[in-house]
């Protein structure tokens, strides 16, 4: 016995075990909340191998594999010798191969290194699985076969062949679908659901008769009236965007679990090809929607169409970093008001500007001269996002907007120019930003992954009673009552290059994106803002699953009249200085003047005088 145990050690040492090693780039597939498959991606040789282990298969699928195939697994030393011995008496009574009587672990031996059936090729199978059970417990030896085994094609692994001829995850397997995989790798190319569904289902069936005992006769029957699938899954392409993000981030995972919701996602990418007829030549889209209340990614459309590379499909406009236009200004008043800048019915400046470092540009050519808060805000002016940025500071407003987790591609010099075209964003970063109106006035990262821990936590933007306020001046005016409740934030870059729409409503914040990926200027296109109109009819689409309540107005905010166009309280002021009377919310009852002297206007030094002399 000595001997033997020494020669073993000896030749274990010569023949080591062929071990696969970890492969650089693994095949993986990323699924919905479910467990339902988005998108596959093979290894680089073109397997669809995802990594899995025990506890991430379904019982069923381990109690129908080791009965059928190794009920001794955990109790032998790598080879059964009554099982060979049976195998060996029906091979001599049948004339030729019917069985082999291999073990799990043998069966893992001759993945790890194929042999010819052959005496010697058997012997060297026993060799090799003597040498598992030496290396590794029998936990460790099932998930190399869990990982490894053959089920027809290019599909290796209980996981990936869940996914490809089941359409779902390994610890969703019932009884039916278990017994089916488990007889599957005896003969993978002969057995293939897909292919041929009929003897596969007469082998599940021999693997569900030799159940019985071990699950209840009603399982087993029910199991038996189950048909087969005839479907290779090989590839789906669900949200092939959103899955290609997934993959770059988590570039080692096999299973990559998320948030997003399967019906949602694909009834969505369904809407978005339907709104490319209606968008110029080589113009895109892009939507995101999460859920504010848990900040789960529940639907991303990086493009119209992913595969239409006319209009540049394969670019993901979700992540792009592009001009926000005026989608940013709400961030600008929010953070104005909580301040004791402005309140919610400030008089602004909106006559021509002229400017060494930047010129407004917009497409709101009418009405001149001084606006409130909510006119300037609801027609995304430029002239007075620029005063109030100008009052506010360029400097102090990037900083604090990226204190609060929002990132801003911004120049070195900050000018009051960044909150038009002068800074870069993307719909993620806005889709984030602006949920903070759904949450306090908190802004909270984007969870797209189950499980994954928080990354930080919840920034501040503005304070409770400022966020209330901005809440009043996004509710649009003359909404349709039979629609969800949305709160609007659009803008339109130079040249028709963006087009932006961000909403929120009870449930649901939702980011619009259109223009063209290779940002070729539009300049005899006319806009009505295709972002607001998809917004609007997402909206419909996305009704809250129930009413939330409605935010009740905060201790800190008040209704008092003011005058214009002093803008302070009408009660401490004297009545021939109260041209108009405005009734605005306040925050902690302070009642902030007009701003004045906006430098370098090319009209007078006061631009109220005008209104004044009016």
């Known amino acids: 016995m000595l001997l033997i145990v020494g020669a073993f050690v000896l030749a274990d040492r010569w023949r080591p075990l062929p071990i696969p090693l970890q492969q650089q780039d693994p095949a993986s597939v990323v699924t919905d909340e479910q467990g339902r498959p988005l998108r596959a991606f093979p290894d680089h040789q073109g397997i669809w191998r995802y990594q899995t282990s025990l506890q991430q298969v379904s019982p069923d699928y381990i109690e129908a594999l080791l009965h059928y195939e190794d009920r001794w697994f955990y109790y032998h030393p790598g080879i059964n010798p009554m099982a060979l011995l049976r195998a060996a008496l029906q091979n001599l009574r049948a004339g030729y191969t019917v069985s082999g009587g291999s073990t799990l672990t043998m069966q893992v031996a001759r993945i790890f290194e194929p042999h010819p059936r052959t005496l010697r090729g058997k012997l060297n199978q026993a060799f090799r699985a003597f040498q598992l059970e030496w290396h590794y417990s029998k936990d460790e030896i099932l998930n190399f076969y869990l990982n490894y085994a053959?089920?027809?094609?290019?599909?290796?692994?209980?996981?990936?062949?869940?996914?490809?001829?089941?359409?779902?995850?390994?610890?969703?397997?019932?009884?039916?679908?278990?017994?089916?995989?488990?007889?599957?790798?005896?003969?993978?190319?002969?057995?293939?659901?897909?292919?041929?569904?009929?003897?596969?289902?007469?082998?599940?069936?021999?693997?569900?008769?030799?159940?019985?005992?071990?699950?209840?006769?009603?399982?087993?029957?029910?199991?038996?009236?189950?048909?087969?699938?005839?479907?290779?899954?090989?590839?789906?392409a669900t949200a092939a965007l959103f899955a290609q993000f997934a993959v770059e981030q988590l570039p080692q995972q096999a299973i990559i679990r998320t948030t997003l919701d399967l019906e949602l996602q694909q009834q969505l990418e369904s809407f978005s090809k339907q709104q490319v007829p209606q968008l110029p030549v080589g113009n895109s889209l892009a939507i995101l929607v999460i859920d504010h209340h848990s900040m789960q990614l529940k639907s991303y459309i990086g493009s119209a169409d992913f595969r239409d590379s006319q209009r540049y499909g394969h670019v993901d406009m979700v992540q792009a970093w592009r001009s926000p236009a005026a989608t940013l200004q709400p961030l600008l008043?929010?953070?104005?008001?909580?301040?004791?800048?402005?309140?919610?019915?400030?008089?602004?400046?909106?006559?021509?500007?002229?400017?060494?470092?930047?010129?407004?540009?917009?497409?709101?050519?009418?009405?001149?001269?001084?606006?409130?808060?909510?006119?300037?805000?609801?027609?995304?002016?430029?002239?007075?996002?620029?005063?109030?940025?100008?009052?506010?500071?360029?400097?102090?407003?990037?900083?604090?907007?990226?204190?609060?987790?929002?990132?801003?591609?911004?120049?070195?010099?900050?000018?009051?120019?960044?909150?038009?075209?002068?800074?870069?964003?993307?719909?993620?970063?806005?889709?984030?930003?602006?949920?903070?109106?759904?949450?306090?006035?908190?802004?909270?990262?984007?969870?797209?992954?189950?499980?994954?821990?928080?990354?930080?936590?919840?920034?501040?933007?503005?304070?409770?009673?400022?966020?209330?306020?901005?809440?009043?001046?996004?509710?649009?005016?003359?909404?349709?009552?039979?629609?969800?409740?949305?709160?609007?934030?659009?803008?339109?870059?130079?040249?028709?290059?963006?087009?932006?729409?961000?909403?929120?409503?009870?449930?649901?914040?939702?980011?619009?994106?259109?223009?063209?990926?290779?940002?070729?200027?539009?300049?005899?296109?006319?806009?009505?803002?295709?972002?607001?109109?998809?917004?609007?009819?997402?909206?419909r689409i996305l009704t809250p699953q129930q009413a939330a309540p409605k935010q009740p107005q905060p201790d800190s905010v008040s209704?008092?009249?003011?005058?214009?166009?002093?803008?302070?309280?009408?009660?401490?002021?004297?009545?021939?200085?109260?041209?108009?009377?405005?009734?605005?919310?306040?925050?902690?009852?302070?009642?902030p003047p007009s701003l004045q002297n906006f430098k370098r206007m090319d009209e007078q030094h006061n631009p109220f005088q005008r209104w004044i002399q009016r």
């Not at 969703?172 to 009929?198: F, G, I, K, M, T």
């Not at 038996?224 to 005839?230: C, F, I, L, M, W």
């Not at 914040?509 to 296109?525: E, K």
């Not at 401490?572 to 009852?589: I, K, R």
Request: a neutral charge; one cysteine or more; proline letters at 9%.
């Open 150 to 236: 053959p089920f027809g094609g290019p599909v290796e692994g209980v996981a990936a062949a869940s996914y490809v001829y089941l359409d779902k995850a390994p610890d969703q397997l019932n009884h039916a679908e278990a017994a089916l995989l488990a007889v599957l790798p005896q003969r993978p190319s002969d057995y293939r659901p897909d292919r041929h569904p009929q003897r596969a289902r007469q082998e599940r069936d021999k693997v569900l008769d030799r159940m019985r005992g071990i699950w209840s006769e009603a399982q087993i029957e029910q199991a038996k009236r189950q048909p087969v699938s005839a479907v290779f899954h090989a590839q789906p």
């Open 333 to 539: 008043y929010a953070l104005a008001i909580d301040t004791g800048l402005i309140h919610s019915k400030s008089l602004l400046n909106n006559i021509p500007l002229s400017h060494a470092e930047y010129q407004a540009y917009h497409l709101n050519h009418g009405q001149q001269g001084p606006v409130s808060v909510p006119d300037a805000l609801t027609r995304a002016l430029p002239v007075p996002a620029l005063q109030l940025t100008q009052a506010f500071g360029a400097e102090r407003l990037l900083q604090q907007l990226q204190q609060a987790g929002i990132q801003l591609s911004a120049p070195a010099q900050a000018n009051p120019s960044i909150i038009l075209d002068g800074v870069g964003s993307s719909l993620w970063q806005l889709v984030k930003a602006f949920s903070s109106f759904a949450n306090q006035g908190r802004v909270q990262p984007l969870q797209w992954l189950q499980h994954a821990p928080t990354d930080s936590a919840p920034s501040a933007l503005v304070s409770p009673g400022a966020n209330w306020i901005m809440r009043q001046l996004l509710r649009p005016p003359n909404s349709d009552p039979a629609d969800p409740e949305l709160l609007i934030s659009t803008g339109i870059s130079k040249y028709f290059l963006d087009e932006w729409a961000i909403g929120i409503n009870p449930q649901y914040t939702i980011g619009v994106w259109t223009g063209r990926p290779d940002s070729t200027p539009l300049n005899a296109y006319v806009s009505t803002n295709h972002a607001r109109t998809m917004l609007t009819q997402l909206n």
């Open 559 to 591: 209704s008092e009249p003011i005058c214009w166009p002093l803008g302070t309280l009408a009660a401490e002021q004297n009545p021939a200085l109260c041209q108009q009377q405005q009734q605005a919310w306040l925050l902690n009852h302070q009642a």
